[in-house]
């Protein structure tokens, strides 16, 4: 019966409307910024003439993630001066230009309790700090006196990198800050004084004047800021902007000195690293989460952007986003653990496979997942030591994005104490020429020591091989006869010679495809020398065949073939075509029917594996 258009489709929530469903931070940031559009309390700065021009109804947020999306709701691409929030950066790019022991030795770094653009030093006679003016115009100092006449370029582009845009300048605030930075001039010349800024203060002041003045959005400040939260690495285009440790060092700073004299209060209530300008610009880094960047010209009493507080306040209220109540189980990072016993990765003659049953222990193999941190590469040493960790221990990594340089570090330790206590370190899913492996190699005592491979099939196959190799249980591989072949087990001599006569030899060539995925299955193959890989169409592996197994043998059941098979080496098989089959079938229906018999026992066998696999991947 049709459903009458007035009335709700049985299975729609009441209250249901047509509009589609939003991811929940969207939701909340269109939400925040609802609440606090109309709250017009605070005043736009007038101290700089050409501020005092800005809107006060703008209000624009974004949120850029470190996988490279930016959500954006309201003004969240209008464009205004960056103001105090170009201090963060110009403080990561003296570090990163000149050396932390060359800007500390000019810039302190302790909250100042002081005004912005207070002009006193520390008992050093240095800046407080390099979120003041006084510290800002050094660290312009420093660059300029690497740099000069590049300075601010170099500070642009830096600036237009972390942004993932080129940024301009607005020229009206740029002058009418150079018109009216009394205050700022004397404090560049009080630096000169003190040996801070070298020579050509107007030069230095100029610097600052203008990176004050670059203009941005929203959205620049919330994907600057996850560039911060992402180790320095833009995450919409991948650029290295900043090293890990400037940045550390970025927000540290940040979160004692960001928020003028409301930093304590703000670490406090909203714990986020976070820097404003009194253009009204805020940014919010929470490490490896979110970058953020609101603006609003109204501020408050201590200069930070009214609306912009608020709603970072609510945010990190509303979502539990304080940078020190963080949750995590390092438990996760380990998605299987087993030792080669439980499954059988390849087909290996029947003596090889005792073996290794037999010495199963002597291959331990740990699937991982996640980034690796710290606290979880201490987890899976203490998991893999607490039992005997054999000839070899395989790491899987292919699941692993990101190792931190703690983690590295510990792993190359873990590496050499398993390889003088005996234990071979195998790692899977990872290139020698990779990022992951150059960095676990700047710690590793004997590179050499450790195997790598890109598949993990590969590196559980080489290790078997060492294995069976060690125990003497290599063997040349003799042909394999009809009569010994799995598929047939059972039959009688008179059934074998019978079957014998309708099969063809075939030989093929290392590299030749035997079968190929979808064409029509018309024959069954027994391998008598050599071996062969069953691959997907995309190449994947599925088995690896050793004399004395069928293959193509679901043809005895119907359909088209499922996947491609090669040869690996000279291969020679014996061929039986399904219509000659029918023949034997119908002259000995006894003997077709323990084939078929011996088929699903071994079809059987292969979904056994199949579930220990998957067992072993949801077990731990
Ligand atoms: N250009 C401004 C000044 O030095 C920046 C102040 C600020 O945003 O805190 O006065």
Redesign the pocket.
């Given at each position: 019966m049709a459903c009458p258009m007035n009335q709700a489709l049985p299975n729609a929530p009441s209250g249901a409307t047509d509009q589609p469903a939003k991811p929940p931070l969207l939701a909340f940031l269109e939400q925040a910024h609802a609440r606090y559009r109309d709250d017009f309390s605070g005043a736009v700065a007038n101290y700089?003439p050409e501020l005092n021009k800005a809107d006060p109804a703008r209000f624009g947020v974004a949120i850029a993630t470190i996988d490279g999306h930016v959500y954006e709701v309201g003004d969240s691409a209008y464009p205004f001066t960056i103001?105090?929030v170009s201090k963060a950066f110009v403080f990561g790019l003296a570090l990163e230009l000149l050396g932390a022991d060359h800007v500390e030795s000019f810039v302190g770094v302790e909250p100042s309790g002081e005004a912005?653009?207070s002009i006193r030093l520390n008992a050093n006679n240095q800046p407080f700090n390099p979120m003041v003016?006084a510290g800002a115009i050094a660290c312009s100092g420093l660059i300029y006196a690497a740099r000069r006449d590049e300075a601010f370029e170099l500070i642009r582009s830096i600036l237009g990198r972390c942004a993932g845009r080129d940024l301009d300048v607005d020229e009206s605030v740029y002058q009418s800050?150079t018109a009216t930075?009394d205050r700022?001039r004397a404090i560049g010349w009080m630096l000169r004084n003190y040996g801070i800024v070298k020579d050509n203060v107007d030069a230095v002041l100029d610097v600052y004047?203008r990176q004050?003045a670059i203009l941005v959005s929203a959205r620049d400040l919330a994907v600057m800021a996850a560039t911060l939260a992402n180790g320095g690495v833009n995450p919409l285009t991948g650029d290295p902007v900043l090293s890990p440790l400037a940045v550390a060092r970025v927000l540290s700073v940040m979160t004692s000195s960001g928020m003028y004299d409301y930093a304590g209060e703000w670490v406090y209530r909203v714990g986020m690293p976070a820097k404003s300008?009194?253009?009204g610009g805020i940014i919010a880094a929470l490490p490896s989460q979110i970058g953020l960047g609101t603006y609003s010209p109204l501020l408050d009493e201590h200069?930070n952007s009214a609306r912009g507080l608020r709603l970072c306040e609510a945010l990190s209220a509303h979502f539990d986003l304080h940078v020190l109540n963080r949750a995590n189980d390092v438990r996760t990072c380990i998605v299987a653990d087993y030792d080669v016993g439980r499954l059988q990765r390849r087909g290996r003659q029947p003596h090889e496979q005792k073996l290794l049953e037999e010495q199963a222990s002597t291959i331990r193999i740990m699937e991982l997942t996640g980034t690796l941190a710290f606290s979880n590469v201490d987890y899976i040493a203490r998991r893999l030591l607490a039992h005997d960790t054999g000839l070899f221990t395989v790491l899987d990594l292919r699941r692993v994005p990101l190792i931190t340089t703690a983690a590295a570090k510990m792993l190359a330790d873990l590496f050499d104490s398993l390889s003088s206590s005996g234990t071979r370190p195998v790692l899977a899913g990872i290139e020698r020429d990779s990022r992951h492996f150059r960095q676990l190699q700047a710690f590793l005592t004997d590179s050499g020591a450790i195997r790598t491979f890109s598949l993990l099939d590969e590196a559980i196959e080489w290790a078997e091989d060492q294995v069976i190799f060690r125990y003497g249980g290599f063997s040349q591989i003799t042909d394999v006869p009809l009569a010994e072949q799995e598929l047939l087990k059972g039959l009688a001599p008179e059934d074998i010679a019978d079957l014998e006569v309708l099969c063809e030899t075939r030989s093929y060539h290392p590299g030749e495809r035997i079968i190929a995925c979808g064409d029509e299955a018309d024959s069954v193959f027994f391998l008598q020398r050599g071996m062969v890989s069953v691959k997907l169409a995309e190449g994947v592996r599925l088995a690896t065949l050793v004399p004395g197994t069928a293959f193509g043998e679901l043809a005895l059941i119907g359909g088209p073939r499922s996947a491609d098979v090669f040869a690996d080496n000279a291969v020679l098989c014996r061929r039986v075509p399904l219509d000659t089959f029918d023949d034997f079938r119908m002259r000995r229906p006894f003997a077709a029917e323990i084939i078929v018999r011996n088929l699903a026992q071994l079809l059987a066998h292969r979904l056994l594996q199949a579930n220990t696999k998957i067992d072993l991947l949801s077990a731990n």
């Open positions: 700089i103001q105090s912005f653009n003016n800050e930075g700022n004047f004050c300008g009194v253009g200069g």
